[in-house]
């Protein structure tokens, strides 16, 4: 869970998460599909190669896992971050969007905050942890986002604070700021299986 600094995209996709929120109709094409959305959220990523399916060779299995399921994780993370937002009065409450991606390995991140976006974009990759802690994926997100900052500094401490202890996750501690611990909070059990998750073999 690594921040990043965004060039700007001007981007303005009120509705699109919930376009692909929803099931694609009986007779589409999975691989159409999924080419489209990989194409939609590269466009909301710092780098279009963010982007990529780590196993290469599995190519054509990931596209057509991801065009017939892509509205199942997006529909769980957004009920995820619905949760959260609620813990923010309506004024203070940031405007903010979530897909799930497979990012690239080399990026070495688990999700990431582009807060230059309108609305704010979270990109998460579940494959990379259990289940049970795709929340705290989506906690550490968000708190770049209502932090309004890339890096792990005290706004950031305060938002992921504020956020853990509405969720009755541990808070990070208090020497988090000065030994590199706030890079990792809350702490994700990973999964182990998470090459095959992409190929819809990891249930």
């Not at 959220?41 to 057509?64: K, M, N, S």
């Not at 991801?66 to 009920?79: D, E, F, M, T, Y």
């Not at 409450?93 to 609305?119: E, M, S, Y």
């Not at 604070?161 to 969720?167: E, H, P, R, V, W």
Request: charged share 15%; aromatic share 10%; glycine share 4%.
């Amino acid at each position: 869970m690594e921040p990043v600094n965004p060039q700007p995209h001007h981007l303005s996709y009120p509705e699109l998460a919930y376009a692909w929120q929803s099931p694609p109709a009986l007779d589409a094409d999975p691989v159409i599909r999924a080419s489209q959305y990989l194409r939609v959220v590269r466009q909301l990523a710092p780098q279009f190669d963010w982007i990529a399916p780590a196993a290469e060779d599995q190519h054509l299995a990931v596209l057509t896992w991801v065009g017939g399921h892509i509205h199942h994780l997006n529909r769980q993370l957004a009920v995820i971050l619905a949760d959260l937002l609620g813990c923010f009065q309506p004024h203070a409450r940031p405007t903010v969007q979530v897909f799930a991606a497979p990012i690239a390995a080399k990026v070495g991140l688990d999700g990431f905050c582009n807060f230059h976006t309108q609305p704010i974009t979270l990109v998460i990759d579940p494959s990379r942890v259990v289940r049970a802690d795709w929340s705290h994926l989506v906690v550490h997100e968000l708190a770049h986002a209502v932090a309004r900052t890339g890096g792990h500094d005290d706004r950031f401490y305060q938002a992921l604070s504020y956020l853990c202890l509405a969720q009755d996750l541990p808070p990070p501690p208090p020497n988090s700021l000065d030994n590199g611990l706030l890079r990792y909070w809350p702490p994700c059990r990973l999964f182990s299986r998470a090459e095959r998750f992409w190929r819809g073999e990891a249930a």
